[in-house]
């Protein structure tokens, strides 16, 4: 476990499944070198297949005594689908619009379809997914190279570039498929949370950019936060299938906002809801009871009295308070180690921890 | 057990108790060795010596599908040669494999055949060579690897990929992005080719500095792999003289085999012809087994061992301790015999760290691992017998 943890918490009320997240860090990150099919942020429609395809059902993770359990490595081309271009400079001298490769899957190819029939029942919701920065990780777990680690100053999981060597248990290891392969440099890469934007002060791209602003960054230890707020104070804000075991530090606050059913004559089933609370209770465990309760409670309460605490945060009014990266920290940290500027952990650009690891005396015979 | 298993063990229990690998005679040459390559005609001349590669079943993986391939890999005979000159030790080994797996294009879950040579840097006493499995605490082992792997980019050429171009806009300077992309690939593509220093699993270093200068090669054909290794005799890491033991592993991509998931030798013995030293080595590492392997599993049996270990047909696989499903086919009987004696003269460090928190098989006590196993401190004939029994534990070879 590192000292502190830093966590986002999103929620799913106000994602409208933009994809503005995912922009972000494409652009930032994985848009180039080998990176191209991976979305380190992506945004799925549940119910769904999601990215990679059936992820949920691909392995990893710890069972109830603790124990790594096996799972699949995916395939680009049917798990997480070729990326594609279109030829869009040929247009103007008369091309018909054709992409580059044949597609047969993408991330999304089922993107706002749901379930249930239209309009009596159907229903459907987003969730943005990133690593979840565990505090148990599968994939650090799974690891044979020590390859992976999780920072100590803020618990960002992080895979050292220089001891990978492109062998993906940690692939089959992770249960959310949220580290991926590389094939270009024959390494793996994963969500970075955004620690050189972080160290700076910036929050993670995808918080920034997010225009439902549904995202909150900060300490997990910071009473004052809103992150703490959500998830300890109020516990509206739920870990993801918690259940893999490997203590995700993402938490979600759950759908609760979702619109009535109609019956045969098209008329509104008063008090009824279309999103399944067993999906909801799949996704979040038995605590999404109790949060969704919170909430409604919260709503009403502002309704009546004008205040709540809880629905002034979920409006999120302010960046400043939204993002709580406790840049005094990351620089006492760097100063600690005669570094001017940030980043404190170079690790991961450079290998640091694997030289001079090893210094042999070379045994003679004669 | 089952009536098969018994069956087939106690088969096996006359067949292999006499086995041991042969040495391997590296003969002399006044000829520069770096130049050969798997196909060279010198390698004609030099007599092969048969050595089997065995399942690496200690640990256990965590790939779902790959487990399932290599649920009852079968051992493979391969063989081994090797030249050396004034400066320089080439090995050549062939071993088959009905598939040719390179690891090239768009793709997340292909693997390429590959082949390794590991040395241990001190070997001066016999019954403490390093843990077969890269090494151990204390015990380091230098090892050359060559994949199968179609192009590694690197932009630095320097094996950092921390280093990487950002394309932007294609659009208006695209010509001179061409231009730096076709100067970053003839730099940056490079062969899967790699020196690691290690003291066992999860400790293995690339020696990226150019201080260990080897070459290797590899070329398929006839359904088998040739590969060779040319290194120095002497260089900052060994010094090989007289007599040296030396392990062989292979990976089968198509059977997913990549890290763990791959057939391992034991140490063989490497005797340089023409040169004294060495010979006490090479007789012990390939002397027959002795003692009683039928008393030796009622030993065994009797202590307990499959409570914690895997013994095909006495218990199954799990976490509680390393399997020893092929441990007799790529452990010395002297690692076995300090095993027992003493399990924390070598603790195999666990694959997953975290993976199994209630069953450790060791714990970490300052900073050095304490095996959980007791000792098991028995009159010299028990230990012979149970060795030899353990000696039986393997694959059959296909
Ligand atoms: S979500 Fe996956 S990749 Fe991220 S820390 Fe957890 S196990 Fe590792
Ligand atoms: S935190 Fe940064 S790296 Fe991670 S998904 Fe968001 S934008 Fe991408």
Redesign the pocket.
């Known amino acids: 476990m590192s000292k502190r943890q830093l966590a986002m918490v999103m929620d799913l009320n106000k994602c409208i499944g933009c994809q503005t997240c995912t922009v972000a860090c494409k652009t930032q990150w994985t848009n180039r070198n080998g990176r191209e099919y991976m979305y380190w942020n992506n945004v799925e429609t549940y119910p769904g297949t999601g990215y990679p395809k059936n992820w949920m059902e691909l392995g990893g993770g710890f069972d109830a005594a603790g124990d790594l359990q096996a799972g699949v490595v995916p395939n680009i081309e049917a798990d997480y689908g070729v990326p594609w271009d279109y030829n869009h400079d040929e247009l103007q001298f008369g091309e018909q619009l054709k992409p580059n490769v044949d597609p047969t899957w993408g991330p999304n190819w089922d993107e706002d379809e749901g379930t249930g029939n239209f309009p009596s029942d159907n229903y459907f919701f987003y969730i943005p997914r990133i690593?979840?920065?565990?505090t148990n990780?599968?994939?650090?777990s799974a690891c044979p190279r020590d390859a992976i680690f999780k920072r100590d100053q803020d618990g960002v999981?992080l895979v050292d570039l220089d001891r990978c060597q492109g062998y993906r248990y940690?692939i089959a290891?992770?249960?959310?498929k949220?580290?991926y392969f590389n094939p270009k440099i024959s390494k793996s890469e994963?969500?970075i949370l955004c620690f050189p934007r972080v160290e700076k002060g910036l929050p993670p791209a995808c918080a920034q950019q997010c225009v439902g602003r549904i995202r909150f960054v900060g300490f997990l230890d910071d009473e004052e936060g809103q992150v703490y707020k959500l998830v300890h104070k109020y516990k509206v804000a739920l870990p993801l299938r918690s259940d893999y075991g490997?203590q995700?530090n993402v938490y979600y606050v759950p759908p609760t906002e979702a619109p009535p059913k109609f019956d045969a004559e098209g008329r509104v089933i008063e008090g009824s809801n279309r999103v399944p609370i067993e999906e909801l209770e799949k996704l979040f465990g038995k605590e999404v009871h109790q949060a969704m309760k919170t909430l409604r409670e919260e709503k009403e309460k502002r309704k009546k009295t004008g205040e709540s605490e809880l629905m002034d945060i979920l409006i999120a009014y302010q960046h400043s308070e939204m993002f709580r990266l406790d840049q005094d920290y990351y620089q006492s940290i760097a100063k600690k180690q005669g570094l001017s500027l940030a980043p404190i952990d170079n690790r991961y650009m450079q290998g640091k921890n694997t030289e001079n690891k090893y210094k042999f005396k070379v045994v003679e015979y004669e | 057990m089952n009536k098969l298993t018994t069956a087939l063990l106690a088969s096996s229990l006359v067949a292999s108790a006499a086995f041991a690998e042969d040495a391997v005679l590296a003969q002399k040459t006044d000829r520069d060795v770096t130049q050969l390559t798997p196909t060279s005609k010198a390698w004609e001349y030099v007599k092969a010596t048969t050595i089997h590669l065995y399942p690496q079943t200690t640990v256990t993986m965590n790939d779902k599908k790959a487990n399932a391939v290599n649920k009852d890999a079968k051992a493979k005979e391969a063989r081994v040669k090797a030249i050396y000159d004034n400066k320089n030790i080439a090995f050549l080994l062939e071993w088959p494999d009905g598939t040719k797996s390179v690891q090239k294009g768009y793709r997340s879950d292909v693997y390429g055949d590959g082949f390794a040579v590991q040395l241990p840097v001190n070997y001066k006493d016999p019954k403490k060579l390093p843990y077969i499995g890269m090494g151990s605490d204390g015990r380091p082992v230098v090892i050359h690897l060559q994949k199968a792997v179609e192009a590694v980019y690197e932009p630095n050429g320097n094996g950092n990929v921390g280093d990487q171009q950002v394309v932007l806009n294609k659009n208006m300077f695209g010509d001179e992005v061409k231009a730096y992309e076709a100067k970053v690939a003839k730099l940056a593509v490079r062969d899967y080719q790699r020196s690691f220093i290690s003291e066992g699993f999860r400790s293995m270093t690339e020696i990226k500095d150019g201080s260990e200068k080897f070459s290797a090669d590899m070329s398929y054909g006839n359904k088998a792999w040739k590969g060779t290794v040319v290194r120095p005799l002497k260089d900052a890491y060994l010094s090989l003289k007289g007599g040296f033991p030396v392990a062989f592993a292979a990976w089968d991509g198509a059977k997913m085999n990549r890290d763990g998931l791959k057939l391992l030798s034991t140490w063989i013995p490497v005797k340089l012809v023409g040169q004294s030293g060495g010979e006490k080595l090479v007789s012990e590492l390939s002397a027959p087994v002795k003692g009683d392997a039928e008393n030796g599993k009622n030993l065994v049996m009797q202590n307990g061992c499959m409570g914690c270990h895997y013994i095909p047909g006495m218990s199954e696989p799990g976490y509680m301790a390393p399997g020893l499903a092929n441990i007799g086919g790529y452990s010395t009987a002297a690692y076995l015999r300090e095993s027992m004696v003493d399990p924390n003269a070598v603790v195999v460090p666990g694959y997953n760290r975290n993976a199994h928190p209630n069953t450790p098989w060791y714990n970490e006590v300052d900073g050095k691992r304490q095996s959980t196993m007791p000792p098991y401190p028995l009159d010299d004939k028990s230990l012979d017998d149970m060795v030899a029994y353990l000696k039986t534990l393997k694959a059959e070879v296909k």
């Open positions: 690593c979840n920065h565990c990780p599968g994939c650090l999981v940690c290891g992770c249960p959310y949220k580290i994963k969500c490997t995700p």
